[in-house]
């Protein structure tokens, strides 16, 4: 843990853009306390997130899971300096649900009111485990909505996106690789598992926007559907001679097309801008091959990696709470009391806009 002021103010954090509510307690670069209530079981019926439920779920956890933030913090709710919670992106109901609980509180306590970037949460949240960021850094972000990779000077005032998954997101491609094989919802952690078993060279699978035509117009963005894609026809391949699916290798195989795509294309940035630091985070850092891979081939290159532990890259309100710590060091105006929720909040807002 970095060194901490006591001074600095008392950050609460709300976290609710998707399934886990998540509230926290931040004050400087000390994480006091993280508490995470999800509603995945009961989604994994429907093989997908249904968003009434998630946002009833938000609704019914949001109580008790900031007493018990409070609780394990050792504060009371009249200590909190500042409140921040996820504006976008993310689900409009869930949204609603801790951005409403959110103004309630702020308005209730008489303290200032931050509407900040979910994404920007994923990045910021490593500063809790790893300490102060450096002078410049970059970051990669992935997880079942997200992929993208950005330039960071400060993470509250001065982030350029380098690029963006023009597709699906590598958590998603993993979740429907995942269903074609056949297993359980959320697909990408047991695609992950088997994969761990198998031949990554089985099958030679596409490393999306890498050739050299692509890498003039998007060097840095990604591009997995046409991945996804080759693998079910592989599948359908086998599925089609009567015989059965090799699928450990495909699992392989395909982690290692993704897993080699991004990490090239953080390194080929690196290199190119002269960073030597690289944060990755978002719920797909849990990857163990892309764990791996970056850290092979980037510490290779002299280039420092930064990973949270995995409770740190899921969604929670540690990465809100941490975020808005940075937004109020930064000295950023308090949002207003009327800003609403924007389900596709664009990178380049760190806070949300009435
Ligand atoms: O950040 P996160 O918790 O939620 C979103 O904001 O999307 O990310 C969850 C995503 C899901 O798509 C899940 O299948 C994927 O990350 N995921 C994994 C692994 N663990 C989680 N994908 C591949 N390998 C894993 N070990
Ligand atoms: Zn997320």
Request: net charge negative.
């Amino acid at each position: 843990m970095a060194a901490v002021t006591d001074s600095a103010p008392l950050v609460l954090g709300i976290e609710t853009s998707c399934d886990e509510t998540g509230i926290a307690l931040v004050r400087g670069h000390e994480l006091l306390a993280d508490v995470t209530a999800t509603s995945m079981s009961e989604h994994a019926r429907f093989g997908g997130i249904v968003p009434e439920v998630a946002s009833r779920a938000h609704l019914e956890a949001f109580g008790p899971t900031l007493d018990e933030a409070l609780r394990r913090a050792g504060v009371t709710a009249g200590d909190v300096d500042a409140v921040a919670v996820t504006s976008g992106p993310g689900l409009v109901g869930s949204l609603t649900v801790g951005v409403g609980a959110a103004k309630s509180l702020a308005l209730a306590l008489g303290v200032p009111l931050y509407g900040v970037n979910h994404i920007l949460g994923h990045a910021a949240v490593d500063a809790l485990v790893d300490g102060p960021f450096p002078a410049q850094w970059l970051a990669l972000v992935v997880s079942g909505g997200h992929s993208s990779l950005l330039h960071v000077r400060d993470i509250a005032t001065d982030v350029v996106e380098l690029g963006q998954t023009l597709d699906d997101a590598a958590g998603e491609a993993f979740d429907k690789v995942g269903r074609l094989l056949g297993l359980p919802y959320p697909g990408g952690p047991h695609v992950d598992k088997l994969a761990q078993t198998g031949d990554a060279e089985a099958f030679a699978f596409p490393r999306g926007l890498s050739r050299s035509k692509d890498m003039a117009a998007h060097a840095y963005d990604f591009s997995f559907s046409g991945l996804k894609t080759a693998v079910a026809r592989v599948i359908e391949g086998f599925e089609d001679a009567g015989q059965e699916v090799p699928a450990a290798d495909v699992a392989a195989s395909f982690s290692e097309a993704v897993a080699d795509v991004l990490v090239a294309k953080t390194q080929h940035a690196a290199t190119t801008l002269g960073v030597d630091t690289v944060v990755i985070g978002g719920g797909f850092s849990a990857n163990s091959r892309l764990r791996a891979l970056a850290q092979e081939r980037l510490t290779d290159a002299g280039i420092t990696v930064r990973i949270p532990p995995i409770r740190y890259c899921t969604d929670n309100g540690a990465m809100i709470a941490a975020l808005g710590s940075a937004v109020v060091a930064a000295d950023l105006p308090a949002s207003e009391l009327d800003i609403t929720i924007d389900s596709g909040m664009p990178l380049t807002q760190v806070l949300a806009q009435a």
